[in-house]
């Protein structure tokens, strides 16, 4: 049984920084695709930042590229999304997704990604 927990969410003024982790159980990472995406209230889901485990590949979203790092951690089995220069309009509930097929492909759509963590909340006050 694959989980992946979220944790490093809260609030945070403009311009400041959080850091979000996803760690998963039950299977390595290694070789696979995990993407962090984020859904705010009245919005649908969108993609926030994505790695390929294998080739340190990485993909960001337009709105977050220059603020927002993905980054993975070996020894804990978990991604990292730093985030930066923080904007009320980053505020939504961040969850991360995991993509266990062969080659991955950092893929923006969440239909593509069969597993899912729980969210953590993100607020930013202005």
């Known amino acids: 049984q694959v989980q992946l927990v979220e944790s490093g969410g809260g609030l945070v003024q403009a311009g400041g920084s959080l850091g979000l982790s996803c760690t998963a159980s039950?299977?390595?990472?290694?070789?696979?695709?995990v993407a962090w995406f984020r859904q705010a209230p009245g919005k649908e889901r969108e993609f926030v930042a994505g790695i390929n485990w294998s080739t340190d590949q990485t993909n960001y979203a337009e709105s977050v590229k220059g603020r927002f790092t993905i980054s993975r951690e070996y020894a804990k089995n978990t991604v990292v999304l730093q985030m930066s220069s923080l904007k009320p309009e980053d505020t939504a509930k961040y969850s991360c997704?995991?993509?266990?097929?062969?080659?991955?492909?950092?893929?923006?759509?969440?239909?593509?990604?069969?597993?899912w963590g729980q969210g953590t909340q993100v607020t930013v006050s202005s």
């Open positions: 997704a995991a993509d266990f097929r062969p080659y991955g492909v950092i893929r923006r759509s969440p239909a593509e990604y069969n597993y």
């Open positions: 039950g299977r390595s990472l290694t070789s696979y695709v």
